[in-house]
T-cell receptor, first 119, second 116 residues
Framework: GAVVSQHPSWVICKSGTSVKIECRSL??????MFWYRQFPKQSLMLMATSNEGSKATYEQGVEKDKFLINHASLTLSTLTVTSAHPEDSSFYICSAGRLAGGPPNNEQFFGPGTRLTVL | DQQVKQNSPSLSVQEGRISILNCDYT??????FLWYKKYPAEGPTFLISISSIKDKNEDGRFTVFLNKSAKHLSLHIVPSQPGDSAVYFC???????????????FGKGTKLSVKP
């Protein structure tokens, strides 16, 4: 149990286009989903926290108009990178928090990540 | 300023021996710590966690030790196996950040190579 999927697993796009990444919790309901990005040889950096039915909370330095997050249901959150530029090329990973109380722990479960390359 | 530090970017260990991965933190508000394992082009996989009320947690070959006074934790893997070769991330959180379902602060990771 506790499987999180992401789609697509990789995407290559031209500069100026928008890219949508989906994150789904397959076998549990996630009230909270998180979006991280990771640059090569760097740590995972939290970009934003999204709660179902409400606006996402962005970390300092993350442009909310550039990285649009929608958490439409308890099993789906989307991240749209708008007007992507080469510096947005990165590995984007989502995670989902299972509702409290479930075994083994109420940890975050991570998706497999999406490699975005902007040409 | 990094709040969670993994000072060793890489570690090489012989199969069957013990692997010790270290992690230091600076924020005394952290009260929950996690270790994740990550393969290239994949998301992190949860390994083991520890609450600040404990100083040790064991799960099979994996044991995490927490030294609160030193703000230091370590992950022991024994015996190490070639399949353990991956990048290991230490992460910390706090109840004020939402606990394990809130903001996790990650270290930069340590790449473990277990040689046959």
């Amino acid at each position: 149990g506790a499987v999180v999927s992401q789609h697509p697993s990789w995407v290559i796009c031209k500069s100026g286009t928008s890219v949508k990444i989906e994150c789904r919790s397959l076998d549990f309901q996630a009230t909270t989903m998180f979006w991280y990005r990771q640059f090569p040889k760097q740590s995972l950096m939290l970009m934003a926290t999204s709660n179902e039915g409400s606006k996402a909370t962005y970390e300092q330095g993350v442009e909310k108009d550039k990285f649009l997050i929608n958490h439409a249901s308890l099993t789906l959150s989307t991240l749209t990178v708008t007007s992507a530029h080469p510096e947005d090329s990165s590995f984007y990973i989502c995670s989902a928090g299972r509702l409290a109380g479930g075994p083994p722990n109420n940890e975050q479960f991570f998706g497999p990540g999406t490699r975005l390359t902007v040409l | 300023d990094q709040q969670v530090k993994q000072n060793s970017p890489s570690l090489s260990v012989q199969e069957g021996r013990i692997s010790i991965l270290n992690c230091d933190y600076t924020n005394s508000m952290f009260d929950y710590f996690l270790w994740y394992k990550k393969y290239p082009a994949e998301g992190p996989t949860f390994l083991i966690s520890i609450s600040s009320i404990k100083d040790k947690n064991e799960d099979g070959r994996f044991t995490v030790f927490l030294n609160k006074s030193a703000k230091h934790l370590s992950l022991h893997i024994v015996p190490s196996q070639p399949g353990d070769s991956a990048v290991y991330f230490c992460a910390a959180s706090s109840a004020i950040y939402g606990g394990s379902q809130g903001n996790l602060i990650f270290g930069k990771g340590t790449k473990l190579s277990v040689k046959p």
